[in-house]
Structures are given as C-alpha cells and as structure tokens.
C-alpha cells in the first residue's frame, strides 16, 4: 500500500486539522477538472479558480499541481490495495478466487478514477514521488500475491512446479497493470472492461496453475 502523501505543511497525520475540508475541495476540484483537461495543460490557476481559493491558499496545501495529483494517486493506489489485503488476511472467508476478486477490484477502481490515473502515468518518470507511490504500491501487491500463490501450493491447489512465486506474481502483475492502463487509455467501456477481467483471471489462473474457473 502506497504511504500517504504529503503537503507543503510537512507529513500528513491521521487526525483532523483546519483546513482539511479546503484541502478536499482543492483535490476534488482537480479530479472534476481533468475530466475536461489534460493534466499536462491544468494551471494552478484553474485549480484555485474553480476550487474558490486564492493562489497563496492553494500553496498553503501543495506546493505545485504535481502534489495534487500524488495525493489524488496515493488514494486510488490504497484503494486498489485494499481488495488485496483482505484476501490475504483471510481469503477463506470468500467465495471468489482472489485473483478474479482483486483484479475485478483494481479494473473498478481504476475505471473510477480513470483521470486521476492517466494524469500520475503521464506523470511517471518526470516526478520522483509518483514513481515511489507507484513502486511502494506495485512492490507490496507483487508481495501479496506471491504470499496467497505460496498458500495455494501449499493447500495443493496449484503445482508447486515452476517458477518462484514471488517472480510468477511480478510477471503477473506486470501484464495486469499494462493491461489496465491501456484500457484507461483508450477509453475502454463496461463492456471492454468485463472482457479484460475475464481474459486477465484466467490468465492468472493459468500462470499459477488453478482452475481458471
């Protein structure tokens, strides 16, 4: 799970402080308007237009339009994570195979926040933050996945043959984000989505070597 972002005013706690709400009007300002404009060509003067604040209270909050997003990105990433966690603290509570229930998750997830997503991808490689959120969050879900393919091996519920779990779970993973991202890309619809949760769980069952039904 990615760790929280932080604010020009230093680490993020846990409790409530003034100013939070302008906080979340200024972050969701941002997610509404990059429904119409490319994160690329957002000004911090848009943002504060819309969100109602000046430009100085806006920088109290974030120190550029990248902080924005890294924070926006960091809530989608923990949110993605979340499906993932719950299986792996117990995933005999659930009916569906984990790997059809996480991926399901992350496809939803990322859809619902397709601009937020695609903003932080064009983002990768110019901000070091974004990078580290990512990398944080893509290192603890390869970790997960390989923990719960172990599991499967060891119930014998997949061969124990092949290659270490933890570098099947990267090859994976690696496949399950690329596949995703291009379906944010290219405006992928409901339907299109549902085709690729089904093509990226058997897929999945198949590299670990469950049944892909």
């Not at 709400?21 to 941002?30: A, K, V, Y």
């Not at 923990?78 to 792996?88: H, I, K, P, V």
């Amino acid at each position: 799970m990615s760790a929280p972002a932080t604010s020009r005013r230093g680490q993020r706690d846990a409790k409530p402080r003034q100013g939070d709400r302008r906080e979340r009007t200024i972050l969701d300002t941002t997610r509404a308007l990059l429904a119409d404009v490319p994160f690329s060509d957002l000004t911090i003067e848009q943002i504060a237009t819309a969100a109602g604040v000046s430009r100085s209270s806006l920088y109290f909050y974030f120190a550029d339009k990248a902080q924005i997003i890294l924070l926006l990105y960091a809530e989608v990433l923990e949110e993605m994570s979340a499906a993932l966690e719950r299986w792996f603290a117990d995933p005999d509570k659930h009916a569906e195979p984990w790997s059809r229930a996480s991926i399901n998750a992350a496809v939803t997830v990322a859809r619902r926040n397709a601009n937020v997503v695609c903003a932080a991808l064009d983002s990768r490689g110019s901000n070091l933050e974004i990078d580290r959120a990512f990398n944080q969050y893509f290192d603890r879900a390869i970790s997960r996945s390989a923990a719960l393919i172990e599991r499967e091996r060891a119930a014998g519920l997949a061969p124990s043959c092949g290659p270490p779990a933890e570098a099947l779970a990267r090859a994976l993973m690696h496949m399950t984000l690329h596949s995703i991202h291009e379906l944010l890309r290219n405006g992928g619809s409901s339907a299109d989505a549902k085709a690729l949760i089904e093509t990226l769980t058997v897929l999945w069952a198949r590299g670990v070597g469950t049944d892909p039904a």
